[in-house]
């Protein structure tokens, strides 16, 4: 019954010290010392000997020290430069991390966009700016309804794109309050550094499926072939190009269904898929129809060259064949 007992005592105490963060937040020490005022001496003795007047050199001062009731005491988070080549900055109201413009399909407001939808965050869209609804702080260590308002921005210039992240408002069991310039810090740069880390993330475990089979990536441009059909010009082998295109096509809703490998074609069966997915290659759903679709691989030398056509035999073209293509360029490039 003893034992029964202190079990019940210790789960008792666990419980009570789990449902608070203020432990990991603030100082053990309550400061009584400081309240104490500074010592004072008496004059020497000097037994009749003139000693040597004091000097104010070393005489400690009478300061005057405010203190605050809690102090957060959590190291500061910063951004990470957790892409390639890229920089990061906090300038005291935004968290950012700029990069190269070849990276921009994997680091952009739409992505994230995607992310936030899978975390079923809330968010309005103004421009290049996005505006999220109330949501978690995402940390461990805080205090129980804390929630957060954030804007999250792209920018693109000629030789750099960028992720911002700010704080817009923030507030504790529904009361709003300004947060300080650490606040704005750590929460901001949490924000950015958990956003950019799951893109980097999900991008390379797709990176490594496509490179499953040890094939390396395949630079290619869309151009138009002898017949004037918009194609795309693969920098690779027909050999090469057939092995990568049989695990990129399924990757953009292409079901392969009859190939043959000696005349380079594959009876294709399209079915979209969800925005979202579309989103994760970089690109926008095209307006494709549901149904059946040719592949035709031709060799160039030491290039190839796809064409994709309908059940007419007739090329995609226009708008189509340029979000189709650009797509495949980016899946066969990772």
């Known amino acids: 019954m003893k034992k029964w007992l202190l079990t019940a005592a210790m789960i008792a105490v666990l419980s009570a010290c789990s449902t608070s963060n203020e432990s990991k937040q603030q100082a053990g020490d309550t400061y009584q010392k400081s ?22 050199e070393y005489q400690l001062p009478q300061v005057k020290i405010n203190k605050s009731g809690t102090v957060d005491i959590r190291p500061p988070s910063i951004p990470l430069a957790i892409i390639s080549n890229s920089v990061t900055q906090f300038d005291g109201e935004r968290a950012l991390i700029a990069y190269t413009p070849d990276k921009q399909s994997v680091y952009n407001l739409k992505q994230v966009e995607r ?11 103004e421009g290049n700016k996005l ?7 995402g940390r461990s260590d805080d205090l129980e309804n804390t929630k957060i308002r954030y804007q999250i921005e ?21 009361t709003i309050y300004t947060p300080n310039f650490t606040d704005k810090q750590r929460y901001a740069s949490d924000r950015l550094n958990q ?33 004037g059909r918009t ?7 027909f050999d090469s190009a057939w092995s990568k295109l049989a695990s990129a096509l399924p990757k953009l809703g292409f079901e392969i269904k ?20 579309w989103q994760r290659i970089g690109m926008q759903m095209p307006n494709l129809e549901d149904g059946t679709y040719q592949m035709q691989l031709a060799a160039i030398g030491k290039q190839s060259a796809v064409v994709i056509s309908d059940e007419n035999k007739t090329a995609l073209s226009g708008e189509q064949a340029q979000i189709i293509y650009q797509a495949l360029q980016n899946v066969l490039a990772r």
């Open 35 to 56: 309240n104490a005022e500074l010592p004072s001496f008496t004059p020497l003795a000097s037994g009749g000997v003139n000693l040597p007047a004091q000097s104010s």
């Open 115 to 125: 992310l936030l939808k899978e975390q079923d965050i809330g968010y309005t869209v």
């Open 258 to 277: 009859e190939e043959t490998g000696s005349r380079g074609i594959r009876e294709l069966e399209y079915k979209p898929l969800l925005q979202e997915e």
């Open 131 to 137: 505006l999220t609804n109330w949501a978690d702080t």
């Open 154 to 174: 792209e920018v693109s210039v000629q030789q750099a794109n960028a992720l911002i992240v700010s704080v817009l408002q923030m507030k504790r069991d529904d």
């Open 231 to 237: 194609a795309l010009v693969l920098g690779a082998s």
């Open 195 to 227: 956003l950019v880390g799951e893109l980097n993330t999900a991008y390379t475990k797709q990176q490594q499926e496509l490179n499953g089979a040890g094939s390396p990536p395949i630079q290619s441009t869309i151009a138009t072939d002898s017949n």
